[in-house]
């Protein structure tokens, strides 16, 4: 299946996000339909809508930069701060497909211009915990406002007792991320 992607448009976008809807997990559905154009807008993070070849929303995600404060370093990483995939088609490898064919690939371009280490997400679902830890993102532990689990991250309003993941993008995993990127 064809993937193509628009970075979010007020303009063009915002009648047919409206129905956008990725299941039971609400907030994703909401971050679509009110806050996602503000938050492109702001500068918070780049929002992606991903079509079919007949122009069906697929799915959408945004990127942003953050960065761990983890043993006295500050990491920086690229955050996958939200991917959801429209209701219907979930279950069929376009999750995966477009983690390697469009986000990924973002990631790498821009490793190749300042200093990326990964990638970060915060798991709030069993759900999005299997998908994430199934195309390799290592579980950190849960998030924890009080600095149980020792690192410091930029909140963007994510719940407590999310899982922390990380994904690394560093020299050793390049070439297994990039065939699987060309897979």
Known sequence: ??????????????????????????????FIGNEAFSYDKDGLGNTYIVY????????????????ILWQGEYIPLVELSRFAVQHEYQRKGHGNRCFFTNILKKVLDVRERIGVAGMLVFAETPEALSFYNSIGFEDFGIYDREGKNEMLITDDGFNDKCHVLILGVQDENIEELTALLES
């Open 52 to 67: 079919d070849d007949k122009d069906n929303i697929l799915m959408y995600y945004t990127l942003r930069a953050n960065s």
């Open 1 to 30: 299946m064809y993937y193509k992607e628009e970075r979010i448009d007020l303009d063009k976008h915002f009648i047919i996000l409206g129905d956008f809807n990725c299941g039971t997990y609400e907030p994703l559905n909401e």
